[in-house]
């Protein structure tokens, strides 16, 4: 397989970085290439601006605003973004949601929530999984009783990432509740519709991503149902292999090789550079191969999606990626040396914030912040040991 760029492309990557030169504010690069989650102003400040220059949506068809590049272009899209620092925008709106709205979606939800993704006004946030309902996601049982033009919903969402900034839900419910994934319907959800709760859960960073929302009698509009009553699975399915098909987030974990050979270089233990430790710089050979064969895997899982790939590539990447992205961040804290043991707090929502952080070098906050949220790659979008199943059952023909 040749993946050498044609001029054309090469033209499209130099255009790419030079809109990047100009446009990507200095602070935004800063706080977008540390380990920590992004924050949602600058998130909405930077879509704004792709949204102005056209780029909004790579991923999306030009009829819905989308800029109908082709795989590839996208890709070298996202790795100069990732490289240069750029916050990480809207993966929910923009590639898991936003895909199955346009595909699935009446004329009325399209024109009401496709423009707010693209604009950065519109974020996602996933209801998908419950305290008994993860891997075995359809056995989920928050409860929606159609009266009149309205849903009632009752129930308990966990793991929620996001739900306490974002700007809609898309939740599945039970409407038939004598069946299993055919009882299931997709609602898209306001989190400030009276009767929801929404309590944060703090993970072993100390930061705030993750939340439970509790539904006591919402009243969800029946406009807000995507597609048909008791098709919800169909969604939720389409929904989660977006997520898994951009789970191995090549251009974020090039952006973390580099972080690492930066601080390999920079950072001594025992009156030497860490990158010239016995044995330190084939570790980090290693990641740099098994980053550029995943980087290949994607590039074939994209061509060969838009030819009807047979393969369950979005499970593929999940695992590598997942994996991938744990060894990274494991060799960046151990290249980190004494500042590799504190954890440096999150600075949360406040762009402005000015940690009380103590004295170290500028690469050193969010490293271990980012590293233990990662423990939990292997879990999210699908826990791997599930996948394993799902790869071994295509491949055995089970
Ligand atoms: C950081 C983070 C962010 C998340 N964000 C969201 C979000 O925004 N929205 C949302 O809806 N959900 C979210 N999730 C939830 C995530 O999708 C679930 O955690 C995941 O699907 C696993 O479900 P569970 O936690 O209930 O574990 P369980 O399903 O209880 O699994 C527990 C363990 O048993 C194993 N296991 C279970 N079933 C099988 C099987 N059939 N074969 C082999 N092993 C099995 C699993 O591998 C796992 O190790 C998030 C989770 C995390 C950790």
Same mark, same amino acid.
């Given at each position: ?11 499209? +990557?130099?255009?790419?970085?030079? &809109? ?15 380990? %920590? ?10 879509? +704004?601006? $792709? ?41 929910? =709106?923009? +590639? ?10 009446? !004329? ?17 946030? *996933? ?37 306490? /900034?974002?700007?809609?839900? =898309?939740?599945?419910?039970? /409407? ?9 319907? %997709? ?27 509790? %539904? ?38 090039? +952006?973390?090789? !580099?972080?690492?050979?930066?601080? !390999? ?13 016995? =044995? &330190? ?44 992205? *744990?060894?990274?961040?494991?060799? /960046? ?11 440096? !707090? ?19 906050? =969010?490293?271990?912040?980012? &590293? ?5 790659? /292997? ?18 023909? $089970?």
């Amino acid at each position: 397989m040749d993946f050498k760029l044609d001029p054309a492309d090469e033209a499209f +990557r130099q255009e790419v970085r030079a &809109f990047l030169k100009e446009n990507l504010p200095p602070d935004l690069a800063r706080r977008g290439a540390c380990g %920590f989650h992004p924050i949602r102003a600058d998130q909405r400040r930077w879509q +704004r601006t $792709l949204f102005e220059r056209g780029w909004g949506a790579p991923n999306w068809p030009v009829e819905y605003g989308g800029t109908g590049w082709s795989h590839l272009r996208q890709f070298i899209f996202d790795e100069e973004c990732a490289l240069a620092g750029a916050p990480a925008t809207d993966n929910g =709106g923009l +590639r898991m949601f936003g895909p199955v709205i346009y595909t699935y979606a009446g !004329a009325e939800l399209k024109a009401r929530l496709l423009p707010g993704i693209l604009k950065g006004e519109l974020y996602w946030g *996933q209801g998908f999984s419950e305290p008994g309902a993860g891997s075995d996601l359809a056995a989920l049982a928050t409860r929606a009783v159609r009266d009149g033009d309205e849903y009632v919903v009752n129930g308990h969402k966990i793991w929620t990432t996001g739900a306490h /900034t974002c700007d809609i839900i =898309g939740l599945l419910v039970k /409407t038939n509740p004598e069946a299993k994934q055919r009882g299931i319907s %997709f609602l898209c959800v306001d989190p400030a519709t009276p009767g929801i709760t929404v309590r944060p859960i703090i993970d072993i960073g100390e930061a705030h991503s993750l939340n439970e929302v509790f %539904f006591d009698n919402v009243r969800v509009p029946v406009s807000n149902l995507l597609g048909e009553e008791n098709k919800g699975w169909t969604y939720a399915k389409a929904v989660l292999e977006n997520e898994r098909a951009t789970s191995a987030e090549v251009p974020l974990n090039k +952006r973390k090789l !580099a972080q690492l050979r930066h601080i !390999a270089m920079h950072e001594r233990s025992d009156g030497c550079r860490v990158i010239d430790l016995p =044995g &330190f710089a084939p570790r980090l050979a290693q990641l740099e191969v098994d980053l550029r064969a995943l980087e290949w895997l994607t590039l074939r899982a994209l061509t060969e999606k838009s030819e009807g790939a047979v393969l369950p590539y979005g499970s593929l990447l999940k695992v590598r990626g997942s994996e991938l992205v *744990q060894r990274i961040g494991e060799l /960046t804290v151990e290249a980190l040396e004494q500042y590799g043991s504190y954890l440096y !707090a999150e600075p949360g929502e406040d762009p402005d914030a000015k940690p009380d952080w103590p004295p170290g070098p500028d690469y050193a906050p =969010g490293v271990v912040a980012d &590293f233990m949220y990662r423990r939990a790659a /292997t879990i999210y979008g699908g826990a791997n040991e599930v996948q394993r199943t799902i790869i071994a059952r295509s491949f055995l023909g $089970l």
